[in-house]
């Protein structure tokens, strides 16, 4: 059975913030002697409380001096180096969760775009009801995409490109002769739907850039993209990706 998750607020109610009080600094001081213990390092607690007249120590009163006297003899800078109040602890945390909401935005968006990506290379055109906020970030995702398959195309060429050059001479040669026994006994049907493949293949091949300067085939005007190596002339970068 999970726990419920406490309301981290004050407990108005004085016989349940005594109780609460009680119960969690028995657990405080648990936790400060199994870390001492467990990582072998010098600790201490020192609890004050409306309800004793004394404060709670741990481990004792000459332990407490003791570890005070080291931390006295460090230098100043070191000892706020990572010292901090409440106020520090949660304006920590927030910039912390502020990151991790802004990481988390980037990751959504970019998996939004990519979605609506995939869903025009489907239908081969980019609609017209697409607003330019998500065209901007569309070519942007496409960019980066790009500059991906460049840099794999790079490392797989510098990797095998010596062995490539030495087995491609006589592969070549003999396809080109498998090729040209092939025309010499075909059809000229066969040689038509040959090409016809070919030139198939390069029309898949070349869409995009089609696609990209006929702002999906619907118009005549170029899409606003700006200068691709020269971005600050272009609409990215933006927010969310950056």
């Known amino acids: 059975m999970t726990r419920k998750k406490v309301k981290l607020a004050f407990i108005a109610n004085d016989s349940a ?34 309800y004793d007249p004394q404060p709670e120590v741990w481990p004792s009163p000459m332990g407490v001096q003791r570890v005070l006297s080291k931390f006295r003899r460090m230098p100043e800078l070191e000892q706020s180096k990572k010292m901090v109040n409440q106020e520090s602890f949660l304006r920590q945390r927030i910039l912390k969760a502020k990151d991790q909401l802004k990481k988390q935005r980037k990751d959504n968006r970019e998996k939004e775009i990519t979605q609506l990506m995939f869903q025009y290379l489907s239908a081969g ?38 062995s490539q050059t030495q087995v491609a001479a006589p592969v070549v040669t003999n396809v080109v002769a498998k090729i040209e026994d092939k025309a010499q006994g075909s059809s000229n049907t066969h040689l038509g739907q040959g090409f016809d493949i070919n030139i198939d293949l390069m029309h898949k ?23 691709v190596n020269n971005h600050q002339n272009g609409f990215w970068p933006n927010p969310f990706f950056h």
């Open 17 to 50: 913030r005594k109780a609460t009080f009680k119960k969690r600094k028995k657990g405080l001081m648990k936790k400060v002697s199994e870390l001492s213990t467990l990582c072998g390092i010098d600790a201490c607690a020192i609890v004050y409380s409306p």
């Open 125 to 162: 055109k980019i609609m017209h009801n697409i607003s330019m906020v998500d065209l901007n970030d569309l070519a942007w995702l496409i960019d980066q995409n790009l500059k991906d398959i460049n840099r794999r195309i790079e490392v797989l060429t510098k990797n095998n490109g010596q």
């Open 205 to 227: 091949q070349n869409w995009f850039m089609n696609l990209m300067n006929n702002g999906g085939g619907g118009g005549n005007e170029t899409m606003p993209f700006g200068d």
